[in-house]
């Protein structure tokens, strides 16, 4: 597989976590046993809008599938528990059937409709089968682009190595010589995003390639923030960081965006060259913890609105403008209008 066709994959990015109670608005799980009543392995509900009616969610080890804007479930088991394998993953790949998570182990589990399968594979595995990276010390976590199918960074004095991890055989893609230091490879349909850091300074770059292969220049995004995650569509590239979101419309000029409240920034999502969501979390009174307010951005971010009727998420997911889910601990909800009104699908027993 060649890195053309990675782009190919489809990805959704996620962590794994659970609460111990269910209640559907006036619908039954399609299971006979209930798991959210047993299995209180974590605290929160992670899911992905993959289509208008259809979302995939995950609570501790179950993945839950629905296909009809949640009236009934199909789920499938992953996650060792006897084994020791906890549910916190940091990338998720789903196939319409089966899900895998990586662990910070570099423990690749694969969930099915039956058991679990787990491949722990050590970044000294990575190292020795393949020569030229010899002595790379600085292994950063991969990517999951599929099943078996990973790209990651080795570093060493001053040079990047970008490579793939394919069925067990590592090819180094390119190499690239800065004194940056690589955090974390992002990627989109059209773009792969190698997040570098500055040694010892919150001064974070991206370098940008359409293959893997071909990296241009880095591009500073800012020079005193922490940059956790890149998304882009469209031609629109969006930054965060906990305070601020950055925007950039030619994938090289970054501009930091002025959003319409203060508040701790805990996801965001884009969907075209144009709409951006992003939910804000406010602490207004320390005894009762955060407050999330979703905004919505139709102009890349230049002005932004506030939609804050019954929205109770602290992390979103949409399939398109229209259609997308918002998380919290323990609670679920959906919106088919854009984030104009939200209707309830799950809650824990805790804050029923």
Known sequence: MRPRQILLVVILWCTGCSTDGLLIDQYEPAFSANPFLSDGYCQDVWARMVSENSAVMFTGRYGLITEDDFKTYRYN????YENGIPCFGETLFFDGANAWTLYSNWQLSLGTTTASVAKTIEPYDLRIKNQELDLFVNVQRPTV?????????????????????????????????TALVPVKIFFSDDYFFLLAKRAFA??????????????????????????????ESQGLVVAK???????????????QIT??????????????????????????NPSFGWVSKLAKSTNGGASWQIMDKDFYGESISFFNEQHGIAMAKGVLQVTHDGGETWRLVLISDAIK
Not at 242 to 247: F, L
Not at 261 to 273: F, H, L, V
Request: charge should be negative; aromatic fraction near 10%; hydrophobic fraction near 40%.
């Open 77 to 80: 088991v992953f996650g060792d």
């Open 145 to 177: 682009l599929g099943l078996n199918t990973m790209i990651f960074t080795a570093y060493r004095d001053g040079i990047v190595k970008v490579c793939s991890f394919i069925d067990d055989k590592v090819e180094v893609l390119a190499e690239i010589e």
């Open 202 to 231: 919150n001064e974070y770059h991206v370098f940008v390639s359409e293959d893997g292969i071909n990296w241009g220049d880095a591009s500073l995004i800012t020079s005193n923030q922490i940059i956790s995650s890149i998304k």
């Open 241 to 255: 960081s906990v305070d601020n979101i950055y925007v950039s419309t030619n994938v090289g000029q970054w501009q």
């Open 259 to 284: 959003l319409p409240m203060p508040g701790k920034i805990q996801d965001i999502e884009i969907i075209n060259g144009n709409t951006i969501y992003a939910v804000i979390g406010q602490q207004e």
